[in-house]
Nanobody
Framework: QVQLVESGGGLVQAGGSLRLSCAAS????????MHWFRQAPGKEREFAAA????????RYADSVKGRFTISRDNAKNTVTLQMKSLKPEDTAVYYC???????????????WGQGTQVTVSS
C-alpha cells in the first residue's frame, strides 16, 4: 500500500519561510518522479514543483520560481519543499504526489498524499 505523508505545514507571516516534507512508503521511491501540487479554497489543484527520480531535473510553476526549492533524498524516501518569501496567495493545501513520469498537471497523477495546510497571513 502506497503512502505519502506530508508534514511541515502551518501558519506563517508574509515574507516568512516554511519547509514541507513528504515521507513515502510502499513504492520503489527512486523509480518515481515526485511532485508538490497545491489547492486554494475554491480553486483547482495546481502544479507547484516537481523533481525527477534522480533529482537531476526540477520544474517549477512560474508563480513559485525563485522562491521554492524541491529536493529529494532517495536513501530516506523523502521529498522536501523549501518555501521562502511566502505570500498570502501561497495559502493552500499542499499535496505530495508520485508518478512514474514528471508531470505538471494534477489529472492522472498516480499517488497522492492527504495534504498539509499552509496559511500565509498578510
Amino acid at each position: 500500500q502506497v503512502q505519502l505523508v506530508e508534514s511541515g505545514g502551518g501558519l506563517v507571516q508574509a515574507g516568512g519561510s516554511l519547509r514541507l516534507s513528504c515521507a513515502a512508503s510502499g513504492l520503489t521511491f527512486r523509480s518515481y518522479a515526485m511532485h508538490w501540487f497545491r489547492q486554494a479554497p475554491g480553486k483547482e489543484r495546481e502544479f507547484a514543483a516537481a523533481i525527477s527520480w534522480s533529482g537531476g531535473r526540477t520544474r517549477y510553476a512560474d508563480s513559485v520560481k525563485g522562491r521554492f526549492t524541491i529536493s529529494r533524498d532517495n536513501a530516506k524516501n523523502t521529498v522536501t519543499l523549501q518555501m521562502k518569501s511566502l505570500k498570502p496567495e501561497d495559502t493552500a493545501v499542499y499535496y505530495c504526489a508520485a508518478d512514474s513520469v514528471l508531470r505538471t498537471v494534477a489529472s492522472g497523477t498516480e499517488y497522492w498524499g492527504q495534504g498539509t495546510q499552509v496559511t500565509v497571513s498578510s
